[in-house]
Nanobody, 124 residues
Framework: VQLQASGGGLVQAGGSLRLSCAAS????????MGWFRQAPGKEREFVAA????????SYADYVKGRFTISGDHAKKMVYLQMHSLIPEDTAVYYC??????????????????WGQGTQVTVSS
């Protein structure tokens, strides 16, 4: 499974962005998708996760109410809609896919495939 994240960019605080993650390969082996982020000098952290079709999403507290994860398994796409962005959201955002039949949520070791990341920069 190969993952390609896109949609990052520079946005002012309060703005919105939608990240996309295109999957290819043996995606039928994967059940859950996730988004993580890593800010400069910090460890990678969980953002959101759900099934391919967006069922049963989970969110980190710091993005809850502002970010929405969705997906389309038929198109092999996963999205992260981000609203009310703040400078603290600045990071490289990664999409990930899991073959686990149980939701890995924030557990990074539960994800088997990772995309290359897309930079999101929020200016104040």
């Amino acid at each position: 499974v190969q993952l390609q994240a896109s949609g990052g960019g520079l946005v002012q605080a309060g703005g919105s962005l939608r990240l996309s993650c295109a999957a290819s390969g043996r995606t039928f082996t994967t059940y859950f998708m996730g988004w993580f982020r890593q800010a400069p000098g910090k460890e990678r952290e969980f953002v959101a996760a759900s099934t391919w079709s967006g069922v049963g999403p989970s969110y980190a507290d710091y993005v809850k109410g502002r970010f929405t994860i969705s997906g389309d398994h038929a198109k092999k796409m996963v999205y992260l809609q981000m609203h009310s962005l703040i400078p603290e959201d600045t990071a490289v955002y990664y999409c990930a896919a899991s073959e686990s039949p149980s939701p890995p949520d924030s557990n990074e070791s539960g994800y088997h495939y990772w995309g290359q990341g897309t930079q999101v920069t929020v200016s104040s």
